[in-house]
C-alpha cells in the first residue's frame, strides 16, 4: 500500500514565474487536501476536493493559485505569478471517507521563491 | 474560532526520559476531533493518533500514551523512555465535525531533541 506522493519534493523559481506542483492520494481516498507551511508554522488549510469536485477554499488561496482533482485522482496545485512570500512547504494529504477519517499526508513540496 | 495552542516551542530530553508535550485547543463545538502528528526532518507529517470528543479514555501505544481531559481542554502526549529517533517536531490539531470534511487546525508545534 503506497503512501501519499509529491512532485517535486524541492522547487526554485524566480519572481513572477508559475509553478505546478502534483500530488497522488493513495488509491480509493476520494477526499484529498493541500495545505501551506510557513517556517517554524503548524500546516494551514488551503483547499479541500471530494473526489473531482473542490468544495471548500481557504482564504489564503489568493487568485494566483489553483487547484484542480481532474477525475477524481491526482491533484495539482498551480500559483501563477510567483511571490516571494509563497516560499513554504506544500502538503498534500488524502482521507478515505467513512469511519475513523484520518488524513495522511505526503512528503511535501519545498519552494522557494528567489 | 478554533484554535490549538503548543506553548513548548522546544525541549531537549537526554534518551531513556520521560517527555510529555503539551496541547491545549479552543473550539465551540460539541463534536470534534483531535490529532496528533510527527514530522521528523524529512518534512513528512506522520500520524500518531486520532481521538473523538466523546472518547475521554487514555490511550496507550507502546511508549507512547495519550492524555485527553476535557474539562481542562488538554490533548497531551507523553513519550516513555524517549530515544533518539524521537527526535522530530510533534504537532496537535483539531477538526470540526460539523462541516461533512476535517479541516485540520495545527498548533505551531514542539520541537523535541532527543540526545543519546
Known amino acids: 500500500d503506497t503512501g501519499v506522493s509529491q512532485d517535486p519534493r524541492h522547487k526554485i523559481t524566480k519572481r513572477g514565474q508559475n509553478v505546478t506542483f502534483r500530488c497522488d492520494p493513495i488509491?480509493?481516498?476520494?477526499?484529498l487536501y493541500w495545505y501551506r507551511q510557513t517556517l517554524g508554522q503548524g500546516p494551514e488549510f488551503l483547499t479541500y476536493?471530494?473526489?473531482?469536485?473542490?468544495?471548500?477554499k481557504s482564504r489564503l488561496l489568493s487568485d494566483r493559485f489553483s487547484a484542480e482533482r481532474p477525475k477524481g485522482s491526482f491533484s495539482t496545485l498551480e500559483i501563477q505569478r510567483t511571490e516571494q512570500g509563497d516560499s513554504a512547504m506544500y502538503l498534500c494529504a488524502s482521507e478515505l471517507r467513512g469511519v475513523k477519517e484520518t488524513q495522511y499526508f505526503g512528503p511535501g513540496t519545498r519552494l522557494l521563491v528567489l | 474560532a478554533q484554535k490549538v495552542t503548543q506553548a513548548q516551542t522546544e525541549i531537549s530530553v537526554v534518551e531513556k526520559e520521560d517527555v510529555t508535550l503539551d496541547c491545549v485547543y479552543e473550539t465551540r463545538d460539541t463534536t470534534y476531533y483531535l490529532f496528533w502528528y510527527k514530522q521528523p526532518p524529512s518534512g513528512e507529517l506522520v500520524f500518531l493518533i486520532r481521538r473523538n470528543s466523546f472518547d475521554e479514555q487514555n490511550e496507550i501505544s507502546g511508549r507512547y500514551s495519550w492524555n485527553f481531559q476535557k474539562s481542562t481542554s488538554s490533548f497531551n502526549f507523553t513519550i516513555t523512555a524517549s530515544q533518539v529517533v524521537d527526535s522530530a517536531v510533534y504537532f496537535c490539531a483539531l477538526s470540526e465535525a460539523v462541516t461533512g470534511f476535517q479541516k485540520l487546525v495545527f498548533g505551531t508545534g514542539t520541537r523535541l531533541l532527543v540526545s543519546p
Open positions: 476536493f471530494q473526489n473531482e469536485a473542490q468544495l471548500e
Open positions: 488509491s480509493e481516498h476520494n477526499r
